[in-house]
């Protein structure tokens, strides 16, 4: 025997594997492409885009900065661009260190090095693959995997995300499954697959910049961690699961370590918005107007729970027209309008469509009739401590979006678990929901596919699971009334004042209304009932042996993708996609008003828009430095500023903000403009101060104070104020003191300035406390006060002077620091695993479904 027939190869690649894998991989592949796009087909293979409502709103946000980068490529992390200035770390958080995970994550979403999935058709494909990534960890099969897939996919929540232009939640969502089947994999002892897949889909969904989504799931990780430690307790494997949890603990620090300057910016910036809470003592107007948002422990309950899922508009699950679907006219639709007695028609169609619990919404969550029933059936016949981690996990998810319909479990998380304050909409959390349904279902079907004879014969898991889909939609078919009042309770209350009037016909209006409204119940249960009949019958099919399992899987994707297409198809449809050069005019027009606006090339001032709702309406700011604009999380004292001074068109407060245009509509809606000459400019030396004691007294004296002349200092600012003297009269004439300013970007100005006595300066700059420096001749760094609530001052040494004023926080170079070194070790973790796949002769593998 020869030396080379006696000595094994060290490193093996297991090449028979990969001949069989990646063919089927390459197909799956495949598919998914083709669903995405069709969706989306065929608007996009004819250059439309889609007009989202809150894209077009925040679509002038930090314009300024982009102009910056445009035009000398450089970075600017402040925008001026909206309510006065504002950091840009939650407009368009742009960071050096995040290179590396952004092009991976164009590589993962087939959007580089070549864009090869057109419009949003990529968000599908991500979504439909990390599911998939999902139930493949959880040892699920190919085909079982896909249909899985195709059911969290196409659930309509997510369609609806599309349509309402929350894209940045839509991709975090999308990297929740695969950072899931990370930690699955980890627990299965495939560390180094585990660590890397976790990392690498954690730093994705962090990337994606929507905490809250993140902050959900982390619930059901932590239920499906201790379904892992119950069964580990159990089989006396506390050991791998020990070793498990420091896997998956390291993999999420390297995570939190990639998006360090994100996280830690989004968090000292949180502190000072209305999410972190007002110092102002909250007034009876303030309770009864809903005007304060936020106490100093966090968002207002009411503010947190205004979009609360009903309790009865959970049947949206089964039905999707249970509560009327999305907001709009009752008048658009025509098959319920039958129902209603010409005489009616008028006064009825201007009603609302929807008449559910929450203000307004572009659609309900529905997950598919037949997912519903198989979520159900495997809630009895699926084994395994996983499947309760899914059932707790649904449970917690929908009495959490009941919102005010449960309050004292919304008290109990709002009150005592942290964070849990920062966010509001808590109807979102049924992401959760969507999440733990299919996976659930998709089980259930494989284990009736394992045993059918089996499942058949337990009575109760059927005879429950049927009774709860099938059995529900038949009644609300049947009698649409029976669990709800087809009225929402503002409608209700409306009525009932109506009714001492004496003039309609009330009674004969409510009726009509609930006809109308029972049909369009009725209408979508036949719908689901159908759906139910035709999915049953497939597994009827498959018991008797007349199909094999794939064929089975094959039917029921088929019917559940063609019941999901349709619904989403009601709310994100081809008639949305319009030509993009009506788009780009919708998000960001330019009128007469602004083109003469424009024309005035002084670097510094602002303007104020009164044709538009000026606080929730960022199409200003594309092309002007806005004292209004939009933002879920503007800084909290700006927020103080237009509740009790810019909504009271305090002149004062505009002059200071340096507010030198006003936009205004006409009788006719023509826009003019008016230019205020009072504007105080950039920035003012003052010749006294008013010291307060707190936020309270602070806004006050803003309500009359000449603050042209005078400064309002907090008195929290007096030791860096030490040196401050009033200004003394001299016996010879003084010149007044100048300032000048010289040049003016997003990040940086200077100014020039000249006083014969030491004088406080303040600027129309918004005023915060992380990142700003200001530096007196290139030299010495001067302290940076606040004044007038909201902007910046300093106490200017006589003579002249040359000022720089610097946003650079400190902050960013360390935090780069340590995302740079987290990103590294990601890189050398997906090589560890990759090798680890390739070469399986280089650690002891199981499996052989990987």
Not at 5 to 33: A, D, S
Not at 43 to 63: I, K, M, P
Not at 297 to 322: F, Q, R
Not at 699 to 707: G, N, Q, R, S, T
């Amino acid at each position: 025997m020869d030396r080379q027939t006696r000595v094994k190869p060290i490193i093996q690649i297991n090449t028979e594997h990969l001949k069989k894998v990646l063919p089927q991989l390459g197909g799956i592949l495949i598919l998914f492409i083709f669903l995405a796009i069709a969706y989306f087909t065929p608007a996009v293979f004819e250059g439309r885009e889609l007009f989202q409502q809150d894209v077009a709103g925040a679509s002038g946000n930090g314009s300024d900065v982009h102009r910056l980068a445009e035009a000398t490529g450089e970075v600017s992390y402040w925008t001026n661009s909206l309510f006065g200035g504002m950091p840009m770390y939650q407009i368009s958080p742009s960071y050096p260190s995040l290179y590396i995970i952004s092009k991976i994550q164009g590589v993962l979403t087939l959007q580089w090095p070549f864009c090869l999935l057109p419009g949003y058709s990529w968000l599908l494909f991500a979504m439909l693959g990390g599911f998939y990534l999902f139930l493949r960890a959880m040892r699920v099969g190919r085909w079982p995997s896909v249909l899985g897939a195709v059911m969290w996919t196409f659930s309509s929540y997510f369609i609806i995300l599309i349509t309402a232009g929350h894209i940045w939640k839509l991709m975090t969502l999308a990297f929740i499954p695969p950072t899931i089947a990370g930690i699955v994999y980890s627990y299965r002892g495939r560390y180094l697959v585990g660590g890397a897949l976790t990392a690498l889909f954690a730093s994705l969904q962090l990337l994606s910049n929507h905490v809250q989504m993140s902050y959900y799931f982390a619930f059901l990780i932590l239920f499906i961690l201790g379904a892992y430690l119950w069964e580990a307790i159990r089989t006396k494997k506390l050991r791998r699961f020990v070793f498990a949890s420091l896997v998956t603990l390291g993999a999420g620090l390297i995570a939190l370590g990639i998006n360090s300057s994100n996280l830690y910016h989004t968090y000292e910036y949180g502190s000072e918005t209305i999410r972190g809470g007002s110092e102002l003592t909250p007034s009876a107007e303030d309770k009864i107007s809903g005007g304060v948002e936020a106490t100093s422990a966090g968002l207002d309950k009411e503010y947190i729970t205004a979009w609360s899922y009903g309790k009865g508009e959970t049947l949206t699950l089964l039905v999707p027209n249970a509560y009327g679907g999305a907001t709009g006219e009752l008048k658009e639709d025509l098959a319920a309008m039958e129902h209603i007695p010409s005489d009616y028609k008028q006064i009825l169609g201007g009603l609302n469509h929807y008449w559910g619990d929450q203000p307004f919404t572009a659609g309900p969550v529905y997950v598919g009739a037949f997912v519903l029933f198989l979520f159900i059936l495997g809630a009895f016949i699926v084994k395994g401590p996983l499947k309760w981690a899914l059932l707790v996990g649904t449970l917690f998810s929908i009495f959490l979006a009941w919102g005010h319909n449960m309050m004292w479990l919304t008290d109990l998380f709002i009150d005592h678990v942290p964070l849990y304050n920062k966010f509001r909409t808590v109807s979102s959390i049924l992401v959760v929901a969507e999440f733990t349904i299919p996976a659930l279902a998709v089980l259930g079907l494989i284990q009736f596919v394992r045993e059918p004879k089996e499942v058949v014969a337990n009575r109760v898991a059927l005879g429950v699971s049927l009774a709860l889909t099938l059995g529900v939609a038949l009644i609300l078919a049947l009698v649409p009334g029976t669990f709800f009042s087809l009225m929402s309770e503002q409608e209700q209350a409306m009525f009932r004042q109506a009714m001492g009037d004496g003039q309609l016909p009330i009674p004969s209006l409510m009726a009509a209304l609930k006809d109308a409204r029972a049909s369009i119940v009725s209408a979508d249960a036949w719908r689901s009932v159908f759906v139910l009949l035709l999915s049953l019958g497939a597994c009827a099919l498959y018991y008797w042996g007349k199909i094999k399992a794939p064929i089975l899987y094959l039917l029921v994707g088929v019917i559940t993708l063609g019941d999901l297409w349709l619904v989403d198809k009601r709310y994100l449809n081809d008639e949305h996609f319009i030509d993009k050069d009506l788009v780009a005019q919708q998000a960001r027009p330019v009128t007469d008003a602004d083109r003469t606006i424009m024309a005035d090339k002084d670097p510094h001032y602002r303007v104020m828009n009164l044709a538009v709702n000026s606080f929730n309406d960022a199409t200003t700011s594309a092309n002007h430095r806005s004292v209004g604009g939009y933002h879920a999380a503007k800084l909290r004292r700006y927020q103080d500023l237009i509740e009790h001074q810019l909504s009271k068109q305090n002149m004062q407060v505009y002059n200071m903000l340096d507010t030198r245009y006003f936009i205004l509509p006409d009788r006719s809606g023509a826009l003019h403009v008016e230019r205020n000459e009072e504007a105080f400019g950039a920035a003012w030396f003052v010749n006294e101060v008013q010291w307060v004691g707190n936020a309270d007294e602070e806004m006050k004296a803003l309500d009359d104070a000449p603050l042209r002349s005078r400064g309002i200092i907090d008195d929290r600012f007096r030791p860096m104020l030490k040196d401050y003297q009033p200004i003394v009269a001299l016996d010879t004439v003084m010149p007044e003191p100048t300032v000048e300013l010289r040049s003016y970007v997003p990040n940086r100005a200077t100014y020039r300035t000249k006083t014969e006595q030491p004088r406080l300066l303040v600027f129309s700059e918004v005023y915060y406390p992380h990142g700003w420096h200001l530096i007196l001749d290139g030299k010495e760094e001067l302290p940076i006060l606040r004044a007038n609530y909201v902007l910046r001052a300093a106490y200017i040494p006589a003579g002249e002077h040359q000022l720089e004023m610097v946003f650079d926080p400190k902050s960013i170079h360390r935090t780069e620091l340590a995302a740079n070194v987290s990103s590294a070790l990601l890189v050398l973790l997906i090589l560890g695993a990759l090798a680890s796949l390739l070469f399986p002769s280089l650690h002891k593998g199981e499996h052989k479904d990987e």
